[in-house]
């Protein structure tokens, strides 16, 4: 049996449920919550001249590791002065890069090693990507020059804008707000200051008039496709998850869709990626983005394809239809425990 690592905080879903199919299987499987500080016993790393380089971490060493969430560490388990706690997160941080580092050159294998997973995250390798591959994707500008924000608004009426990256504020009354993408015309444009338009860089993309979208999953050299449906005229389907607006469909992505998703993680270097594709009313596809740690619970609930299995026998060994998945896990539940759609 394998011994596999799971970088990631161990309520995060996703890596939950693949631990789960992993141990069913019997294999065992340890968390690393990168968010603590290294402190306590149980992260060693033995080096000698005279011998190759051992990393333990938790007393033990793993067959296989799952980078699913690394975060920089933002809290410690002992007691640390105000004045200390930078120079504690600064060198846990460092001490993370080295490990992680050192595991991807090890024996260990690893589902999606950091460094393509940083490179694959950047949204302007990723259009570049693209460019070398002959995947279409819309006219893009990423930019904080207020020049060439408005004439490319201007030239294109309207404009889809969305973040480089996610971000979430945390609101007074507890709730919270999620950056989506949204959509911005000549008009608006002309009202905003520059001072606005600089505040920082921001991704401006030709509006595509969809017919739907499509959230495509690679593991390894299997892709799996959802077709998403959303409200006429509404450019981001995140908003309508959970409600009756949205709906899913299980679809066979065509050849060539399926060809440029395992082009793009050929290209990065990636085991498992998740993109977004939306679709004209002509049947003509456009990417709009790759993420290496992206959801497919979502998918495989709506669809009932095997991503948890998959993603499972990547990490474990052998073929994944000995592996159970989301549904599997769902029937033996407990009703607090269940997972749902969203």
């Not at 693949?18 to 690393?32: I, P």
């Not at 997160?89 to 001490?95: G, W």
């Not at 990547?314 to 599997?328: M, S, T, V």
Request: charged content about 25%; glycine content about 6%; hydrophobic content about 40%.
């Amino acid at each position: 049996m394998t011994t596999v690592l799971i970088v990631s905080p161990p309520e995060d879903t996703h890596a939950m449920l693949t631990a789960w199919s992993l141990e069913q299987k019997g294999h065992t499987v340890r968390f690393w919550d990168t968010r603590d500080a290294v402190q306590g016993r149980g992260y060693s790393v033995n080096m000698s001249s005279e011998s190759p380089t051992q990393v333990k971490i938790q007393d033990t060493e793993f067959d296989a590791a799952w980078l699913r969430r690394v975060h920089w560490p933002s809290r410690t388990q002992v007691e640390v002065a105000k004045v200390d706690s930078k120079y504690v997160f600064d060198e846990s941080r460092k001490y993370f890069d080295n490990v992680i580092e050192r595991l991807s050159r090890s024996s260990c294998r690893l589902l999606n090693p950091r460094a393509s997973t940083i490179r694959g995250e950047m949204k302007i390798e990723q259009l570049n990507a693209c460019h070398e591959l002959g995947i279409k994707f819309p006219e893009t500008l990423i930019s904080s020059d207020p020049g060439e924000i408005r004439a490319f608004v201007r030239q294109h009426r309207t404009v889809a804008v969305k973040p480089i990256d996610v971000h979430t504020w945390k609101l007074p009354d507890g709730g919270s707000l999620m950056t989506y993408t949204n959509t911005i015309t000549a008009a608006v444009i002309d009202g905003m200051s520059d001072e606005s338009l600089m505040a920082c860089p921001v991704i401006y993309q030709r509006c595509i008039q969809k017919a739907y979208d499509v959230r495509v999953v690679a593991v390894g050299d299997k892709v799996f496709a959802c077709r998403l449906d959303t409200p006429a005229g509404t450019t981001d389907f995140r908003p309508f998850q959970g409600t009756d607006e949205l709906t899913f469909s299980r679809m066979d992505a065509p050849v060539p869709m399926v060809k440029a998703m395992l082009s793009l993680t050929n290209h990065f270097s990636l085991q498992l990626a998740s993109s977004d594709f939306v679709v004209d009313e002509t049947g003509e596809f456009y990417f709009l983005d790759l993420n290496p740690g992206g959801a497919f619970l979502f998918v495989e609930f709506h669809t009932r394809y095997p991503i948890t299995a998959h993603v499972a026998a990547l990490l474990g060994g052998g073929d994944p239809e000995e592996y159970q998945g989301l549904h599997a896990y769902n029937e033996f539940a407990t009703a607090e425990n269940v997972i749902g759609a969203v």
